[in-house]
């Protein structure tokens, strides 16, 4: 046979290399297959008869299909007229993928989110997504580094073995992957192709938990039934025309000019605010009317659909919708055209959350430099107090003020180390190795948010001593929840659920009776700006939010519709009922059924879930993706007796 350029075929193939070669194609398929046990599908299911047995072939499919893809590469491409450039470019681009894929694992597993490149992104242009991830510069730099020098070395390693090891062998193996590959294929797709024809969900579940898919049966029509989805009714003029009348409309005037108190706390859980966490807050707990800390939910799991429902009135769906018509918040465009002065006490907060362009001109934004220590949140007290100090008194005020020591890491000073075990976290906290892990996790929240409680008494104090409380609404809440494996979980921004979700909202309303708002049912944080709007003077939801206000008789929703996940739009959104949280993919024209839970945590069986999701899902649309119909009245306030000025 004739030599192809560069390659000798009497070349003497040494054992050595031949193992090399092998070893190579094993190393990287039981890796990618590893990969791929790692990944946790969440929720509870019942599973059907063998479906432990055909998850590990599922994952193993994985690897042999990446060791047959290199074995090809191998055989092809020394036989090929491309050029020693493009050779090498294209073993590099496979190997950036093998470590994508590796790293796609390790995050899912970590976050229980799904990597994406505009996370990447995210983590290459903000300091504070790095932080927000547990990781500084240089352990970025350092991950960027070692990335380099793997797909460098094994791109190397590949050109010194593609001439060293015999074609007849490099052929065989390929053959040898491939039929293994198209066996154990062909055997998952069929299982999972009868169970996904039957509604076991659970199979639908860990089809979809992988960095990309391998469902071949889709390339059949007809031999896999269409999967279960609920219509995206979002009508594109009728966004369009909410968004001309929010630009247009003329900001009516404020009846009641109060000051605003907003304080956010990072990932502040449903239950954070008890007698040991947080005393100076509980022990002003009679100063707020509405105090919500059981059936509270955020807009979503992660900060940016949180801090965007909650400043908005809109779900965190439209944050696109606003974002691409460069429009601020209404809310915050209202009290601007009202003369407040509008303040943000730690612009890193929102930039680390992308939200920045919500604010009006003229917003007055104080940069305090993210940190890993409580010396961040305390400069945010600090400067508020100076500009509080500062500051014209006759001019109404918004202040924005967000505080991150109780974010993973979780930060607080060696005083209010009050929880023990709590040592410093290493940059590798978010993969538990014991239960001791989990408690020292749990220790370190309850101390930053003791800490955070320091600092919130301090502001309360001075708002009663300088006899501003009677003037200012105060508004106490969290972005999301959190979460400490109640669910398999640690933190946020993963599959949402009760505690990733639902956290604690407060609010001091002036001039009104102390009396508590009674409140029965679930509520979120959609509310919260037409509470304010109420609280201000006016007798309609003038900025037609899909919220409603907690001053007034609150009907039942009996369904929830909050986003989840980190794209925009959210990748997926969560149906939640008193029972079940269904999750639902996104797509233009409708939403595929992605998975289901149960709230208590027991296994779903049944079909309740679905029944609940069809009869409910059109008016839990009206609080996601569908707008108020702007050519209808405004939905006027009602009192109720027990919040009467």
């Known amino acids: ?247 247009t409309h003329p900001m009516p005037m404020i009846p009641r000019r109060h000051n605003i108190l907003w304080i956010n706390i990072e990932s502040l859980r449903f239950d954070a605010v008890d007698e040991q966490v947080m005393p100076r807050l509980t022990a002003k707990r009679d100063r707020f009317q509405i105090r919500l800390d059981r059936q509270h939910w955020s807009g979503g799991n992660a900060t940016p659909w949180g801090v965007f429902s909650m400043l908005t009135g809109l779900s965190g769906y439209h944050l696109k919708d606003f974002q691409w018509a460069r429009m601020n918040d209404p809310f915050l465009s209202l009290l601007s055209k009202n003369g407040y002065r509008l303040r943000v006490a730690n612009k890193d907060h929102i930039d680390a959350a992308g939200l920045a362009w919500l604010f009006p001109a003229g917003t007055v934004f104080q940069s305090i430099g993210v940190s890993e220590n409580e010396e961040e949140d305390r400069r945010t007290i600090d400067r508020y107090f100076k500009d509080r100090s500062e500051r014209n008194a006759a001019t109404p005020a918004f202040d924005f003020v967000a505080l991150n020591a109780t974010h993973l890491p979780y930060a607080f000073p060696a005083e209010h180390a009050i929880f023990q075990p709590a040592p410093k976290l290493t940059s590798s906290h978010h993969i538990l190795r014991s239960d001791g892990d989990l408690e020292i996790i749990r220790n370190r929240y309850r101390n930053g948010c003791h800490f955070v409680d320091q600092l919130i008494g301090r502001v309360l104090d001075d708002l009663e001593a300088q006899g501003d409380l009677t003037k200012t609404i105060v508004v106490i809440t969290g972005d999301h929840g959190e979460e400490f494996q109640e669910r398999g979980q640690l933190t946020h921004a993963g599959v949402l659920n009760d505690y990733q979700a639902r956290t604690v909202l407060w609010i001091h309303l002036p001039d009104t009776e102390t009396k508590p708002v009674v409140i029965e049912v679930p509520t979120v944080h959609l509310d919260i700006v037409p509470t304010l709007l109420e609280a201000l003077g006016y007798d309609e939801d003038v900025l037609r939010t899909q919220g409603r206000s907690l001053l007034g008789h609150l009907e039942d929703r009996r369904m929830l519709s909050l986003c989840e996940h980190l794209s925009k739009p959210p990748r997926y959104r969560a149906l939640v009922t008193d029972t079940y949280i269904s999750r639902w993919r996104y797509t233009a024209s409708r939403y595929l059924f992605s998975g289901v839970q149960r709230r208590d945590g027991a296994a779903v069986e049944g079909e309740d879930w679905l029944r609940e999701a069809r009869e409910l899902y059109a008016t839990a649309a009206e609080m996601y993706e569908i707008v108020p119909d702007v050519s209808r009245p405004a939905q006027r306030f009602e009192i109720q007796p027990s919040a009467q000025r």
């Open 1 to 247: 046979m004739r030599d192809l350029p560069g390659f000798t075929a009497d070349r003497t193939i040494s054992r050595e290399q031949r193992c090399q070669y092998l070893a190579l194609l094993v190393a990287v398929g039981g890796l990618i297959a590893l990969s791929l046990m790692l990944v946790q599908v969440r929720g509870g299911f019942a599973y059907p008869s063998l479906f432990f047995l055909f998850a590990k072939l599922f994952q193993i499919q994985f690897g042999l299909l990446g060791g047959t893809v290199l074995a090809g590469l191998l055989y092809l491409l020394p036989r090929s007229r491309l050029s020693w450039f493009v050779r090498s470019l294209l073993l590099a681009v496979y190997y950036l993928l093998f470590v994508w894929v590796l790293v796609w694992g390790l995050v899912q597993r970590a976050f229980g989110i799904e990597l994406t490149l505009g996370t990447i992104r995210e983590l290459f242009t903000s300091r504070a997504q790095l932080a927000a991830v547990g990781l500084g510069p240089l352990e970025w730099g350092l991950a960027i580094g070692v990335t380099f020098v793997i797909v460098c070395a094994l791109t190397v390693q590949s050109r010194r073995l593609e001439y060293r090891v015999e074609a007849r062998l490099q052929k065989r193996v390929c053959l040898v992957l491939l039929g293994s590959f198209l066996v154990v294929h062909g055997v998952v797709r069929t299982y999972f192709v009868y169970h996904l024809n039957r509604n076991h969900h659970v199979v639908l579940a860990y089809d979809d938990c992988a960095p990309f898919p391998l469902r071949s049966e889709q390339l059949v029509p007809g031999l896999r039934l269409d999967r279960i989805a609920l219509p995206n009714l979002e009508s594109e003029s009728r966004t369009a025309q909410y968004l001309d009348y929010l630009r």
